[in-house]
């Protein structure tokens, strides 16, 4: 089955410990987003790719990076993570990204991290 | 720009019992609406979604929603609530910004036995 999968599930590190996050698509999708969700919210968006074009949310902190070398992979990387980091890390992906019937989001199980 | 509102952070519902979730959506565009569900320590996963083809539309696990212009909603709803539909539910929006969803800040069903 395609799909979105994301490694690990459960993610702990030391406050201020780099620490990446995985994320790939059997899909083929062109676009991969990555998301941060907190207790009880929406998921709130940190960046996309659109094949390799990065795009940033202009509130993403520059502790949050993140690299695409191949169509079927996508990383987050946090430089060094506070406890405000703790979350739940979704990574999501589209066929094109544009308004339309195939403008739907498929979502990977997410990581949740754990900052100590 | 564009917005969702999802009324009632938690619904409780017993088992058997209609399940209405509410949506209002505020849009510049012909909206793309969407509802997904999430269980605990999952990602979110697509119920249904509204692309302007049918103003009712039907999803998985026996949920529908229907789109009223007129109301700008998206509700969404199921006849007889299951346990297995306690959950998280998100309602969500694009089609104003190209790459962008909107999500709303989510409903948690409570299914009572």
């Known amino acids: 089955d395609a799909m979105v999968i994301q490694n690990p599930r459960y993610q702990v590190t030391q406050f201020g410990k780099p620490v990446t996050l995985s994320c790939s698509q059997t899909?083929?999708?062109?676009?991969m987003y990555w998301y941060q969700q907190k207790s009880s919210q929406a998921p709130k968006l940190l960046f996309h790719y659109y094949d390799k074009d990065f795009n940033n949310e202009a509130d993403t902190p520059d502790n949050f990076q993140s690299r695409r070398p191949n169509t079927s992979f996508c990383f987050l990387d946090i430089r060094s993570p506070g406890l405000g980091d703790a979350a739940m890390y979704l990574c999501?992906?589209?066929?094109?990204?544009?308004?339309?019937?195939?403008?739907?989001?498929?979502f990977g199980p997410g990581t949740r991290l754990t900052v100590l | 720009a564009q917005s969702v509102t999802q009324l009632g952070s938690h619904v409780s519902v017993s088992e058997g019992a209609l399940v209405l979730l509410r949506c209002n959506y505020s849009s510049s565009v012909p909206p793309y609406l969407f509802w997904y569900v999430q269980y605990p320590n999952q990602g979110l996963q697509l119920l249904l979604k509204y692309t302007s083809a049918a103003t009712l539309v039907k999803g998985i696990n026996g949920f529908e929603a229907e789109f009223k212009k007129s109301e700008t909603s998206f509700h969404l709803t199921k006849p007889s609530a299951h346990m297995s539909d306690a959950a998280e539910y998100f309602c969500?929006?694009?089609?104003?910004?190209?790459?962008?969803?909107?999500f709303g800040a989510g409903t948690r069903l409570f299914v009572k036995a």
């Open positions: 899909l083929n999708h062109n676009v």
């Open positions: 969500a929006v694009s089609g104003g910004g190209g790459f962008k969803t909107i």
């Open positions: 999501a992906t589209s066929r094109d990204g544009l308004p339309g019937p195939t403008d739907t989001q498929y």
